[in-house]
């Protein structure tokens, strides 16, 4: 294995990704329903010696359901459809969404129109862990919100959040009477 750059995020070693994110590269360029965008390109080497290079790259696919579309690269890949809205609905294209992948951690929804964000919100309940409302996918903000997804990406904690405490204890409710019990029967029962 070799030294990585991800360029042009700060230097830090992804000897393990490096081939797994190069091939992706690689195959993209030879998938029919595949079209690289930007880059695409990597090199054994930056300008200063480091190792090597693997520019962001962005990739259009023409299949909304392309393994490209729920595989987690953890390198600069971004894998984009365009949908024809003149011909998709609004709710197609949140089961479209929904439907997708198997991972459900972060997402985002752009919109003017509130009921459009809200029936986004209720259509993508379970496909995000973090949702985002006219704003960046942010992704884990230590300790500025709670962050955690769902389905494969997790058990939906949201570490960070006070509710996070309750899976390292085990909660058990206890009531004790103070005052003795003088009759059986309760006043929901009395007719």
Same mark, same amino acid.
């Given at each position: 294995?070799r030294?990585?750059?991800?360029?042009?995020?700060?230097?830090?070693?992804?000897?393990q990704?490096?081939?797994?994110i190069?091939?992706?590269?690689?195959?993209?360029?030879?998938?029919?329903e595949?079209?690289?965008?930007?880059s695409g390109?990597y090199?054994d080497?930056?300008?200063?010696?480091d190792g090597l290079?693997?520019?962001?790259?962005?990739?259009?696919?023409?299949?909304?359901?392309h393994?490209?579309?729920?595989t987690?690269?953890?390198?600069?890949i971004?894998?984009?459809?365009?949908?024809?809205?003149?011909?998709?609905s609004?709710?197609e294209?949140?089961?479209?969404?929904?439907?997708?992948?198997?991972y459900?951690?972060? #997402?985002?929804v752009? +919109?003017?129109?509130r009921?459009?964000?809200?029936? $986004?919100s209720?259509? @993508?309940?379970?496909? =995000?862990g973090?949702?985002?409302?006219n704003d960046k996918?942010t992704?884990?903000?230590?300790?500025?919100?709670?962050f #955690?997804?769902?389905r +494969?990406?997790?058990?939906?904690?949201?570490?960070? $959040?006070?509710s996070? @405490?309750?899976?390292? =204890?085990?909660?058990?409710?206890?009531?004790?009477?103070?005052?003795?019990?003088?009759?059986?029967a309760?006043?929901?029962?009395?007719h």
């Amino acid at each position: 294995m070799r030294p990585v750059c991800l360029y042009p995020f700060p230097r830090y070693p992804a000897v393990q990704s490096s081939d797994r994110i190069t091939l992706a590269i690689d195959l993209a360029v030879r998938d029919e329903e595949l079209t690289i965008l930007a880059s695409g390109r990597y090199h054994d080497e930056d300008e200063a010696g480091d190792g090597l290079v693997i520019e962001p790259t962005i990739i259009q696919t023409s299949n909304p359901k392309h393994e490209y579309m729920s595989t987690e690269f953890f390198g600069p890949i971004l894998t984009v459809y365009v949908y024809d809205d003149a011909k998709t609905s609004w709710s197609e294209t949140l089961e479209l969404v929904n439907s997708t992948s198997a991972y459900a951690l972060t #997402g985002a929804v752009f +919109a003017r129109d509130r009921g459009a964000v809200e029936e $986004a919100s209720r259509a @993508l309940r379970h496909a =995000v862990g973090n949702f985002y409302i006219n704003d960046k996918s942010t992704g884990s903000v230590v300790g500025q919100q709670p962050f #955690g997804g769902s389905r +494969a990406s997790g058990t939906n904690d949201k570490a960070g $959040a006070p509710s996070y @405490l309750l899976k390292w =204890v085990s909660a058990q409710s206890v009531k004790e009477t103070f005052v003795p019990i003088s009759r059986l029967a309760h006043p929901s029962m009395i007719h």
